[in-house]
T-cell receptor, first 116, second 112 residues
Framework: KAGVTQTPRYLIKTRGQQVTLSCSPI?????VSWYQQTPGQGLQFLFE???????NKGNFPGRFSGRQFSNSRSEMNVSTLELGDSALYLC???????????????FGPGTRLTVT | ELKVEQNPLFLSMQEGKNYTIYCNYS?????LYWYRQDPGKSLESLFV?????AVKQEGRLMASLDTKARLSTLHITAAVHDLSATYFC????????????FGAGTTVTVRA
């Protein structure tokens, strides 16, 4: 069974540009979450999608947005990039819908974004 | 706001000795997860703890959860070099807000 895939794996952008990252969950998984990982702030939650609906959003500015498609694939977009957006962006998928059963997130390899 | 505190943040282990990583959290939860991350890599799930008193073991690692104390421990027995990595705990609050809150991570280095 294929794992979570993320594209691209590495990205270099300039301040002010925008970027779109893609995540394909494990087949059959309908929940997709995004996290930002930096040395200073650690792992921070960005947003979670289930059946094309955003159910929660972390404390990030409106420049960070996302969406989920009917096939559960998800994209996140960052507009007007800042140097501080340089990070590893991790996508995770889960089968269950947070229904208090066993919920386990499977993480993708991440996209390393560098903003210069 | 949910706070998840891990300690220590850095742990230098000697091969063959036993160590414990602690994860404290500030809100009611009965689900806690441990992950491992190797440098430059993604997160690998180690344990899913789903109830008070839950204990899981895999090889030299054992994790437990005390929901009343809001504490989870990751115990390492007879450390070996390939356990060098960063270990994260993550909490899923009972409020069911569809996200995990992570601790800062414990960077483990095992020396001979």
């Amino acid at each position: 069974k294929a794992g979570v895939t993320q594209t691209p794996r590495y990205l270099i952008k300039t301040r002010g540009q925008q970027v779109t990252l893609s995540c394909s969950p494990i087949s059959g998984h309908r929940s997709v979450s995004w996290y930002q990982q930096t040395p200073g702030q650690g792992l921070q939650f960005l947003f979670e999608y289930f059946s094309e609906t955003q159910r929660n959003k972390g404390n990030f500015p409106g420049r960070f947005s996302g969406r989920q498609f009917s096939n559960s694939r998800s994209e996140m977009n960052v507009s007007t990039l800042e140097l501080g957006d340089s990070a590893l962006y991790l996508c995770a998928s889960s089968f269950t819908a947070w229904d208090r059963l066993a919920y386990e997130q499977y993480f993708g390899p991440g996209t390393r974004l560098t903003v210069t | 706001e949910l706070k998840v505190e891990q300690n220590p943040l850095f742990l230098s282990m000697q091969e063959g000795k036993n160590y414990t990583i602690y994860c404290n959290y500030s809100t009611t939860s009965d689900r806690l997860y441990w992950y491992r991350q190797d440098p430059g890599k993604s997160l690998e799930s180690l344990f899913v703890l789903l109830s008070n008193g839950a204990v899981k073991q895999e090889g030299r690692l054992m994790a437990s959860l005390d929901t009343k104390a809001r504490l989870s421990t990751l115990h390492i027995t007879a450390a070996v070099h390939d356990l060098s990595a960063t270990y994260f705990c993550a909490v899923d609050p009972i409020s069911n807000d569809y996200k995990l809150s992570f601790g800062a991570g414990t960077t483990v280095t095992v020396r001979a």
